[in-house]
T-cell receptor, first 113, second 112 residues
Framework: DAGVTQSPTHLIKTRGQQVTLRCSPI?????VSWYQQVLGQGPQFIFQ???????GRGNFPDRFSARQFPNYSSELNVNALLLGDSALYLC????????????FGPGTRLTVT | QQQVKQSPQSLIVQKGGISIINCAYE??????FPWYQQFPGKGPALLIA???DVSEKKEGRFTISFNKSAKQFSLHIMDSQPGDSATYFC???????????WGAGTKLIIKP
């Protein structure tokens, strides 16, 4: 079975632009979580979605938004990009939400110039 | 606020030795304590996890020791191998159940 997949792998954007990152969970998993990992630090929680509803939101500005589709895939959108948004964006999926048995994708490396 | 403090930042261990990574937390309202392993270019992978009602959990060469009164937990890797070279993260889960709060990571290098 395929693991969590994310696209694109790498992305370079300019300050002020908008970006959309995509995630496909493991087949059968209904929950997706998004994390931001700045180089040299641990991941920071951004959102969790379960059954297409937002279950939790971390301490990120409103420029960050997400949604989950009927097939349980998810998109993370970031508007008005700042240099500080440069990071690895990780998607994790699990069966029913929460934090147990989360499986992570390889991430999308976003560079903002 | 930093709720999880992980140490050391980096660690070099000889092949066959014991690798020990520590985490300390500040809040008693955490109920799940996982360790993740991350290789370069990959997402983190769950290694082993513990609940606060037990003091130790062992899976193969990996052991978590948990000290509730001291608000500390540690990862022990026995018979460390070069393939264990990776970055290790501890994490804690608040009662809210939908997020993990992560440590800053420990870069482990196992020398052959």
């Amino acid at each position: 079975d395929a693991g969590v997949t994310q696209s694109p792998t790498h992305l370079i954007k300019t300050r002020g632009q908008q970006v959309t990152l995509r995630c496909s969970p493991i087949s059968g998993h209904k929950s997706v979580s998004w994390y931001q990992q700045v180089l040299g630090q641990g991941p920071q929680f951004i959102f969790q979605y379960y059954e297409k509803e937002e279950r939790g939101r971390g301490n990120f500005p409103d420029r960050f938004s997400a949604r989950q589709f009927p097939n349980y895939s998810s998109e993370l959108n970031v508007n008005a990009l700042l240099l500080g948004d440069s990071a690895l964006y990780l998607c994790a999926s699990n069966l029913a939400g929460g934090t147990y048995e989360q499986y992570f994708g390889p991430g999308t490396r976003l560079t903002v110039t | 606020q930093q709720q999880v403090k992980q140490s050391p930042q980096s660690l070099i261990v000889q092949k066959g030795g014991i690798s020990i990574i520590n985490c300390a937390y500040e809040n008693t309202a955490f109920d799940y304590f996982p360790w993740y392993q991350q290789f370069p270019g990959k997402g983190p992978a769950l290694l082993i996890a513990i609940r606060p009602d037990v003091s130790e959990k062992k899976e193969g060469r990996f052991t978590i020791s948990f000290n509730k009164s001291a608000k500390q937990f540690s990862l022990h890797i026995m018979d460390s191998q070069p393939g264990d070279s990776a970055t290790y993260f501890c994490a804690v889960r608040p009662d809210s159940n939908y997020q993990l709060i992560w440590g800053a990571g420990t870069k482990l290098i196992i020398k052959p």
